[in-house]
């Protein structure tokens, strides 16, 4: 079974300070897109960050970078600099490139920002 | 920019009662998917429509379950005979793959349904 695997739970940072979370993913197929959305209470998934698995250079997006392993089937999120509004879920999601494009998330994990 | 809307946010209906939900994909995207997700886990791929055709249902849309996209527009999820079980958040999300086989899904508000 094609599954995700987010291992944290929950995770606390302060604010400013740098977290990482972490994401363990397995596919058999080698061509692929990684992801990781941000759902914040009561509101809607929005995508945070993108990684094409052929790509070897890890994406970023201002604050937040990816930590991309293939061969160790292994994607990470760093948000640096921490804000109030960081606060919320964060799944980690694959799709295989030219199937159906189903998306595959894992359980989540839920951040909190502390003063 | 218009994003992914859905109608209703909330559905609360008995157990027996049949629902509909409705959700309207970003105006140039050609794909439309739709997922459950309940309380502490990601959401699950319900099902996927390439413009108006449906290509894929996942074992978890059971036969109380259609959904339908008839003008490879908007798309509508019924489930008949509603179940306690079936009280989950609905999420709709759209995508439009572009020349490389990118593809981002953008996702709806979604519907939380109760089932009493």
């Known amino acids: 079974a094609q599954t995700v695997t987010q291992s944290q739970p929950e995770m606390s940072v302060q604010e400013a300070e740098t977290v990482t979370l972490s994401c363990t993913y397995d596919t058999s197929e080698s061509d692929y897109y990684l992801f990781w959305y941000k759902q914040p209470p009561s509101r809607q998934m929005i995508l945070v960050i993108r990684q094409e698995a052929y790509k070897q250079q890890n994406a970023t997006e201002n604050r937040f970078s990816v930590n991309f392993q293939k061969a160790a089937k292994s994607f990470s999120l760093k948000i640096s600099d921490s804000q109030l509004g960081d606060a919320a879920m964060y799944f980690c999601?694959?799709?295989?490139?030219?199937?159906?494009?189903?998306?595959?998330f894992g359980t989540g994990t839920r951040l909190q920002v502390t003063l | 920019d218009t994003g992914v809307s859905q109608d209703p946010r909330h559905k609360i209906t008995k157990r027996g009662q049949n629902v509909t939900f409705r959700c309207d994909p970003i105006s140039e995207h050609n794909r439309l998917y739709w997922y459950r997700q309940t309380l502490g886990q990601g959401p699950e791929f319900l099902t996927y429509f390439q413009n108006e055709a449906q290509l894929e249902k996942s074992r978890l849309l059971s036969d109380r379950f259609s959904a339908e996209r008839p003008k490879g527009s908007f798309s509508t999820l019924e489930i008949q005979r509603t179940e306690q079980g079936d009280s989950a958040m609905y999420l709709c999300a759209s995508s439009f793959p572009g020349t490389s086989g990118q593809e981002t899904q953008y996702f709806g508000p979604g519907t939380r349904l109760l089932v009493l």
């Open positions: 999601a694959y799709i295989v490139t030219g199937t159906a494009s189903k998306l595959t």
